[in-house]
């Protein structure tokens, strides 16, 4: 013979649904925000790589560019090019102690209308190279004439001149900047000197 359950198993019954079902929704619950977290966290790693690669981007922009105008300026030949306020016959060198105290906190423009685009000829315009092209602006530089030796001072036959020049490069979005600086020094002929090599050829092949 059968008998009917009592109320008292009806409610122990009704009680543990209710706590199975809200140990789910808890452990539902932590699941869903161990997966945002890690989601989360994702996000963060994959900016932060791409802010890293922004900055190398920038970086190996602006050493191009640095090695870039390095050699442009100790390839020059001629007579050592004057400093000047306003660009001479394109070339703009700053006269010493006459660029801003802190140049890398310079906006473009000031870059632009003080500088010369990388791979560029200033004298000539003729783009001889392309130094970056993951750049979102173009890669710009900046010369000082920071020292002269005269050589009379020296006691060598040419001048000694010392330039500081400071090269701009930027990443793929334009949020990263990259500035560096060095300072290279050359030998100058000294106006009126004569060149001991045309000074050779002239006396060993006349005409």
């Not at 009917?4 to 209710?18: D, N």
């Not at 100790?74 to 105290?101: D, K, N, R, V």
């Not at 979005?173 to 030998?187: A, D, K, N």
């Amino acid at each position: 013979m059968n008998t009917p359950p009592s109320s008292c198993s009806q409610y122990r019954t009704a009680t543990q649904t209710g706590v199975v079902l809200l140990l789910c929704l808890l452990f539902l619950a932590a699941l869903t925000l161990l997966g945002l977290s890690a989601s989360a966290e994702m996000v963060m790693q994959d900016m932060l790589a791409s802010n890293l690669q922004e900055t190398q981007r920038a970086r190996q922009s602006a050493l191009a560019t640095q090695r870039w105008a390095e050699q442009w300026l100790l390839g020059l030949g001629g007579a050592e090019p004057l400093s000047c306020t306003q660009p001479c016959q394109g070339l703009f060198i700053h006269p010493a102690g006459s660029l801003p105290a802190r140049p890398e906190t310079e906006d473009l423009s000031w870059w632009t209308a003080n500088g010369h685009e990388a791979g560029i000829d200033p004298l000539t315009g003729q783009r001889l190279a392309v130094i970056s092209t993951e750049s979102s602006n173009s890669p710009l530089w900046v010369i000082e004439r920071a020292h002269i030796l005269p050589a009379t001072e020296s006691g060598v036959v040419d001048d000694q001149a010392w330039y500081r020049i400071l090269a701009r490069g930027s990443g793929q979005t334009g949020t990263s900047i990259s500035v560096v600086e060095s300072l290279v020094t050359r030998p100058w002929r000294p106006a009126g000197t004569p060149d001991p090599g045309v000074d050779f050829l002239q006396e060993h092949c006349p005409g």
